[in-house]
């Protein structure tokens, strides 16, 4: 039989590899994806995968050529590799309608965001904030593949419970969160999301994670502003031909 060549590219990860562990392939700071191909684009048309919201995981898997665990990603990481994915598939240009005007971003133009290299150089995924309000300590972390599957598995069953509510906020802390005051117990990091973590407090340890999480620079520049705007991974992103 024939020995066919399939083409594979390397994507530098946003967090460098510093937050896994040494013996982890992922420390090397990048990771081995391959082009798309039939099999793939049968993932992406998959409707069980769709239905269950499960379809780009599968295909980020299925394209990873690299032997990790990839419930190890970190979602910074993991969004590299979406982007990557996205070029190999289907080009480099995304075209998508922001604000009535019609866009063109060059996906190869985007950089992983810059990192305070001195936070992440320990190895540890254990990071700490004094709640500016309150002025109580935490230490969180950043979460993984793996947390945010464990996430959604929670919010689910509380929707289940209760229909009208929507914990999403208040879950995603309990698990970012590893202690409050040095109090690493599970019970009193859920006591204190739910009756003391102030809102300002939550959207100021938010926004925080946020600035200093290794991740992709996902923003643009709409035409004829000078204000970026965050790039709207819509249904066109890994489906090109939707709708036509």
Known sequence: ???????????????????????????????????????????????????KGTVLDKLFQSLIVSKINYDDLLIGDKNAIMIAARVLGYGKDYTFTYEGVEETVDL????????????????????????PHSGNEVTFKLLTHGDETKIQREIDGLKKLDKNSDPSLTTRLKHMILSVEGDSEKKSIREFVDRYLLARDARAL??????????????????????????PIGVGFFWPDFGK
């Open 108 to 131: 190869t133009e985007i950089e992983n965001k810059e990192i305070d290299e001195e936070l992440f150089k320990n190895g540890k995924n254990e990071f700490s904030f004094t709640l």
């Open 206 to 231: 938010r926004e925080h994670i946020k600035s200093m999480s290794p991740d992709v620079d996902l923003t643009f520049f709409p035409s004829g502003s000078e204000t970026a705007r965050t790039i």
């Open 1 to 51: 039989m024939a020995e066919f060549k399939l083409p594979t590219e390397v994507v530098e990860l946003p967090s460098k590899g510093y937050l896994y562990p040494k013996d982890s392939p992922l420390a090397e700071g990048k990771i081995e994806i391959k082009y798309m191909t039939a099999k793939e684009e049968d993932i992406l048309t998959n409707s069980s995968y769709i239905q």
